[in-house]
């Protein structure tokens, strides 16, 4: 696919840990999570309009903000970040993610609605209860 133009494009993005490793049960992780993601917000321009933490998985509605970022760029950064200092700070072995991660361009604003429900409603369809509310730091 050409590179395009993704300034002020937004994402869906869906990736997953490792096997279905249950990393996101532990709130350090989470915290580590978010780290990750802000750390990635200094190296890119891009803001977080919506995101659900499950305990394998991530979605996460990615808008980018400046210009010469790719949603690709922006994964690496945060799955990098995110399994460095999980190894660094929780002595976490082999892999934590798996490779690849799954984006759909958000056409249009019923689009994003519709993403925006589905991840406000997967805990609940997942059967999870919320045990509290994660905003990211500073923000």
């Keep these: 696919m050409p590179d395009f133009d993704s300034e002020n494009q937004c994402f869906f993005v869906t990736t997953n840990t490792y096997n279905g490793m249950p990393l996101f049960c532990d709130a ?3 915290e580590i999570f ?3 993601v802000q750390d990635s917000q200094k190296k890119f321009s891009f803001e977080l309009p919506g995101y659900v933490i499950m305990p394998d998985h991530v979605h996460l ?5 400046g ?15 995110f399994a460095y200092k ?3 700070q929780r002595g976490h072995k082999g892999p934590t993610w ?9 056409r249009d604003e019923r689009d994003f609605v ?6 406000h409603n997967n805990p609940a369809q997942a059967g999870l209860e919320p045990i509290r509310k994660v905003r990211l730091p500073g923000r």
Excluded: C, D, W
Aim: glycine content about 2%.
């Design 28 to 30: 350090k992780n989470v």
């Design 34 to 36: 978010f780290e990750a």
């Design 61 to 65: 509605l990615v808008l980018i903000t």
């Design 67 to 81: 210009p010469n970022v790719s949603i690709s760029q922006i994964m690496h950064s945060i799955k990098g970040i």
């Design 86 to 88: 999980l190894i660094k």
């Design 98 to 106: 798996q490779r690849r991660f799954y984006e759909h361009v958000i």
């Design 114 to 119: 519709t993403k925006l429900n589905y991840i």
